[in-house]
C-alpha cells in the first residue's frame, strides 16, 4: 500500500519559515498532480498547492507569494517552502494526489504560527 511520510513542520514566529517534505513510497512520476493540503480543527482540509507532472503550479490566493511547491519525481519527494508564515497559516500539513482519493491521507505534520 502507498504511503505518504510528511515531515518538516514546527513551531515559528510570524514571518518565519519552514520547508515541509511529503516522501512517497512509490514512483510518482506517473501521478498527474500532486498537492499539499492543510486543516485546522473544525474545519475541512483545504488544498493550499497544487503542481502537475508538467509543473503547472497553483496556488491557493492566500498562500501566493509566500510557498512554493516543488515535486521531484525521481525522490518520489514533493516540499512546500513556506516563507513569511502568517498565524492563520497554523494547521497540520498533508500532501496526497490531486484530487485526493487514490492514496491513503498520511499522518500529516504540524505547522504552529505564534504571535
Known amino acids: 500500500q502507498v504511503q505518504l511520510v510528511e515531515s518538516g513542520g514546527g513551531l515559528v514566529q510570524t514571518g518565519g519559515s519552514l520547508r515541509l517534505s511529503c516522501v512517497v513510497s512509490r514512483s510518482i512520476a506517473s501521478i498527474p498532480a500532486m498537492a499539499w493540503y492543510r486543516q485546522t480543527p473544525g474545519k475541512l482540509r483545504e488544498w493550499v498547492a497544487v503542481?502537475?507532472?508538467?509543473?503547472?503550479?497553483t496556488y491557493r490566493d492566500s498562500v501566493k507569494g509566500r510557498f512554493t511547491i516543488s515535486r521531484d519525481d525521481v525522490q518520489n519527494m514533493v516540499t512546500l517552502q513556506m516563507n513569511s508564515l502568517k498565524v492563520e497559516d497554523t494547521a497540520t500539513y498533508y500532501c496526497n494526489d490531486y484530487p485526493p482519493g487514490a492514496i491513503p491521507w498520511g499522518q500529516g505534520t504540524q505547522v504552529t504560527v505564534s504571535s
Open positions: 503542481i502537475s507532472g508538467d509543473r503547472t503550479i
